[in-house]
């Protein structure tokens, strides 16, 4: 496997203390995943796993929507029947092919069935949310059983945020997000107020 270069975007998942019907998920624990160009074009999301830092499973396909895609990011979903993994991510291709926007895709905890991809898109063209504008750069999380979902919209030098209660259905709050100065996509993480310094008093947005 030839490898041309990595994308700026690369997450760790710790999975050491996930458990799916009693049964552990592997010896190794934390899952590094990130996109990458491909020799032939375009791009595809890769992941390895590790369970000391030091040595790491080879390399291997994590998500092939048949097209070219960066940007994921992962978040656990331990409100439903059976816990999931929802990934956010961006379709790379050019809008007139259907791209630059936002998608999603979910698989079981212990990754036991392949991706199940949710063709709609989220943000960006071809969707509801936001569709005049180019998406990339996504994080996505849960607090109060409430999907927030934070996008970088490149192209007009903003961030916008959108909420959600199922996956499926969003409402636009990007007026009420004031991100401090400088942002760069994909950094957005819940971390206790007491660790954030410039977290004077509580804010009055999102």
Known sequence: MNLMKAN?????????????????????????FWSSTLESGGHRI???????????S???????????????????DENVAAKRWVLV????????????NLRLATALADFSQPWSLVETPVAGPGSTMRPHE???????????????LYWDAFANGHHSLATSTDLKNWTDRTAELQPPPNPRHGTVS???RSAVGWLSKPPAHP
């Open 46 to 56: 890769y992941a390895t796993r590790t369970s000391d830092g030091k040595t790491f």
């Open 89 to 100: 991510y961006k379709n790379e291709e050019e809008p007139s092919k259907g791209g630059k």
């Open 8 to 32: 700026k975007t690369i997450q760790l998942i710790s999975l050491a203390a996930l458990s799916v019907g009693g049964l552990a998920i592997a010896a190794e624990n934390d899952l590094i």
């Open 134 to 148: 180019m998406a990339e750069g996504p994080s996505l999380l849960k607090r109060d059983n409430l999907w927030y």
């Open 190 to 192: 819940r971390v206790p």
């Open 58 to 76: 080879e390399a291997k396909v994590f998500l092939d929507p048949k097209y070219s895609c960066i940007d994921g990011m992962m978040a656990l």
